[in-house]
């Protein structure tokens, strides 16, 4: 069965840079979240969409942004980096209609900041 | 406020003993419940989930949990770990396509 996937899978970038992740989610999938993942932390929830339009909104920095396309993929965007921006990023995506709310992850973006 | 907490943050066992990871949430209205593992390296998988009915469910990998309305509880338990268990484990809240709020997790190490 198809998953969600996350590309790139590693990153390394200098302090100041900007960098770009992207997620395919499931087919028929409508909503996206992403989720960072610092060392040893649990997944902190940024942001998601549902049909393109933004959802909800966590604790993403301002040097953050993300969208989700006509296609339903999602592009997380960050600039400045900073060291504290190393880690983990998940996509999960789900659809609206599941009772369950169950979210499926992808394989995660792990992005260091030299 | 919406919470998860889970007491135990690592947790040591041999090959065999059994397992009981506890979850206590704080979250208004009917949620849903899950239990992620992630093992070393690796993303997100779902272990099991509760949304209605029976309260005891069944996971995989031998996995099973008890929803206790009444304690706001989400329990994991497996009878005989094995080495290969050795993950981190994830309690996580949420309701239909809304995000999941997670615990901080629980670090297993089974010995052989």
Redesign the interface.
Known sequence: AAGVIQSPRHLIKEKRETATLKCYPIPRHD?V?WYQQGPG???Q?LI?F?EKMQS?K?SIPDRFSAQQFSDYHSELNMSSLELGDSALY?C?S???R???????????SRLTVL | AQSVSQHNHHVILSEAASLELGCNYSYGGTVNLFWYVQYPGQHLQLLLKYFSGDPLVKGIKGFEAEFIKSKFSFNLRKPSVQWSDTAEYFCAVGRSSYKLIFGSGTRLLVRP
């Open positions: 909503t979240y932390q649990d997944p929830f998601s549902y909800d966590g998940f999960a789900s659809q609206l599941m009772e369950t709310g169950e979210l499926f992850f992808g394989e995660g």
